[in-house]
């Protein structure tokens, strides 16, 4: 594929843009979030072919947007943004991708470093054997037909009424869990069958449980707000999404909208982005089938969290109550959402689609929880399982800019097999283990296509979009514990 | 020809490009590599024997589907296939009996999850009379 040769013009230190003359067929430019230093690595790659692929789609407003961890994906590129009229505009599968609400659960505690430290390893194998994980790994929890139903129509909230979380948990997590579109009717059995023995399952890959501490706080009164005091304190972090539910259903509707495409006349660049109008019946369709896979997503992590606060209780000997195990937020970071937004002066409702990217509202908005009104949406953006975290709150520029939007993650630089190479001969494990992080797999061998060296430093990636003003750094955290699948 | 498929790299995920004389051996390869990517195909046994039938918009749709119900497979019966008799006709239809295992973790390591075989920049070409595809994965 090889270096990207395109016409990439600087708006400021933040802001780089493809002009819309780049490609015939783009409706809007192309605008990348980024700084010079990291250019030079997105250049290397299609990542920037793939943002101005994504300004063809019918009904785009603003921009096609990535954020600073863009890295090549299908389709859309990794940390892609782009929002469609709901009116005249499309929706597009590939902009949300195969795992629907792939996204990150932040859980804090009122324990400290030099409390879980001298227990870390037993406390990882508890959570190892507490979360299924790993590859072809089934869950504990057995679903008939109706509770599925119940699942893709409730979400987080049928986790907890099956005694997997408390309704605060619901208030802390982004739509309370639940996107009320959902219509179990619109996903295929074969979506049902692939969901049934997965739920409340990790995964593998970049999927993770992650035991962390506060190393730096930034914004004392928004993270206090989110129960975040002092450096030392532990956290918890759990990354993962909708498994072979959300990618037989991104699967299904791919070919309906292979078939939409023609039907509606629509011209694309790239197959990976079929889409159909938002209003038509395929568009309504999948969106609705879409919110059932964000839902059952939501209700993974809960499960999750249960099992996590499980551990924690048998580890320490101590009660959940006693743990302070509270959860902070819940963010979806690959989803398309019916989304109101300022555009040229006028309210206009928008599809917003966030592949890689984290919705990050400005304080006051509607759907943030009452605590966090005044300080903002949390915005949760994992690093890779060597360096570090950071939480964030979303902010006015990014409500004006990027549709309420920022990065979600450090985002690739390496491909799997070029990172496996890198690490030829070196144990991520025990290379981890002398930093102090203590980790456990399934799979070791696929550690090296995790290690810190295939990553961007998602320290850079936080400073390129504070510095773009699209979000505010609240806390940083780093692992003492990871668990991969 | 003699080469099935060869391993591409990407930066997110992965990609094979595969080979065949005609459609049929096409599919064949690039399921062939699809496997590998997954677990050491030696160590699939062929004991178990499955059909698959797709009917499809055209050649792209039909390789990408194919993929995806050998994942489905994969995922909800726990069948790993390794050697496939396809027949497809007119590019839009595809009658496949596959042979392989049930997944057995003591047995199978397995190495990766493929999540799905994608659309991205799929072309199906002919050059000199050999059928051509590269296909990225979701991983």
Redesign the interface.
Known sequence: MGHWLGELNKIDDYRWEIPQDYKTGMRVAGRIYADEAMLGAIRE?Q?LEQVANVAFLPGIVGCSMAMPDI?????FP?GGVAATRVRDGVISP?GV???INCGVKLLRTDLDEDEVMPRIRELVNHLFHNVPSG??SEGKIKLNDREMEEVLSSGAGWAVKRGYGTPLDLEFTEEQGCMKVADPGKVSD?AK??GMPQLGTL???NHFLEVQVVREIYDAEAAGAMGITHAGQVLMLIHTGSR?LG??V??DY??VM??AV?RYGIVLP???L?CAPVESEEGRDYLSAMACAANYAWANRMCIAHWVRDSFSQVLGRKPGQIGMEQVYDVAHNIAKIEDHVIEGRKQALCVHRKGATRAFLAGQEGIPGRYRHIGQPVLIPGDMGRCSFIAVGTERAMAETFGSTCHGAG???????AKRGMRGTDVAAELASRGIHIKTG?R??LA?EASSAYKDVVDVVRAAQGAGIIRKVAMAAPIGVIKG | MDRRFDITNHTADIGITAYGKDLADLMSNAAYGMLTLIVEPETVKSTVTGKIELEELDDVALLVEWLNALLYEMDVNRLLFKEFDIVVTGQTKLAAVCRGERLDLARHRLKREVKAATYHNLRIVNEKGIYIARIIFDI
Do not use: M, P, T, V
């Open positions: 790659e990542s890295h090549w994906g299908y389709g990794i590939g991708g195969y795992d590859l072809g074969k069958q692939r995964g593998s890959g072979g990618h037989q991104c699967d791919l070919r292979g078939e023609r790239d197959r990976q079929a690739r630089l390496q491909s799997r097999g070029a799979n061998g696929a296509e």
